[in-house]
């Protein structure tokens, strides 16, 4: 598969940029920190975009990222890294039926049974931190997902633009989205550490992380590619564990698999095809 060049890093990168990100917030209020994560991600990505574009579908673009960044920030000072990642990852249960209405993408069987499958394991993992779980925070991180869907489904739509113009346009308005927001809770205790977890958030965290996003959404359907990123939360879990943030037991590792089940599932009609052309390939051969 072409896409595993950019999925691989997207998980990779995706699953450590909820430790740095809540780390940070402990020294700059979620509106204040990401205003400096968009600004710093959207000027790091300018050399390359080399132009902004502000149109109707870049501002709704940039309504819908913001709105999906500033709910997982505000959830994060309620849930642990993995928690945001797993609840975040509800994403793809919305993704699908608005890609359908505002692309006209009509799911295919398998996608749409692995994100059924995928959000079971979700599901299974939420119920293995009850009492534990911050309802408040539980809610703004579900939220963020379905904002994070719908955003998902316009870089879809803007399939045709420059991934780095797209990005660089978005993430620049963004910061002015929530510089204005800043007062809000205004909260700053800068340190040597919240540099570091600013960097990561918005440069590993942030820009890359939106540019493989779009990259993957030009080259794959919405219901395929949203589908495979359950894998981050699967990712980030095992690193708070290892790391002592949470501790998991055994639902959240059948959580965990069953989400790896949707990923697979979801793929079957591709790794199936394969397997056919490697079959008459040897037959041909021998």
Request: hydrophobic share 50%.
């Amino acid at each position: 598969m072409k896409i595993l060049k950019y999925l691989i890093p997207y998980i990779v990168f995706g699953s450590l940029q909820y430790k740095f990100t809540k780390d940070g917030l402990t020294f700059a209020s979620p509106f204040l920190f990401m205003s400096l994560r968009y600004f710093i991600g959207g000027l790091a990505l300018l050399p390359f975009a080399k132009k902004v574009v502000l149109n109707r579908d870049v501002i709704i673009l940039t309504l819908l990222t913001t709105a999906s960044s500033g709910l997982w920030a505000m959830g994060l000072n309620y849930v642990a890294p993995s928690e945001s990642a797993v609840l975040s990852y509800t994403m793809p249960l919305f993704s699908i039926p608005i890609a359908y209405l505002i692309l006209s993408e009509r799911p295919r069987t398998f996608e749409v049974v692995g994100a059924i499958i995928g959000f079971l394991g979700v599901t299974v993992y939420g119920l293995s931190l009850s009492g534990k779980l911050s309802v408040l925070g539980g809610i703004l991180t579900v939220l963020n997902a379905v904002f994070w869907a719908s955003f998902t489904v316009y870089y879809r739509k803007l399939r045709s633009m420059d991934p780095a113009v797209v990005n660089t346009s978005q993430m620049l308005l963004g910061s002015l989205v929530f510089l204005a927001l800043t007062p809000v809770g205004f909260r700053f205790d800068p340190s040597l550490n919240f540099v570091g977890d600013l960097l990561f958030s918005a440069l590993l965290g942030g820009t890359l992380l939106f540019y493989l996003w779009n990259v993957m959404l030009r080259m794959e359907r919405v219901g395929k590619v949203t589908v495979m990123a359950f894998s981050v939360p699967v990712t980030s879990s095992i690193i708070d564990e290892v790391t002592g943030e949470v501790q998991l037991n055994h639902e959240s590792y059948a959580g965990m698999l069953t989400m790896m089940a949707g990923i697979i599932l979801s793929r079957k009609d591709e790794i199936f095809s394969k397997k056919r052309k490697v079959a008459v390939k040897t037959a041909k051969t021998s």
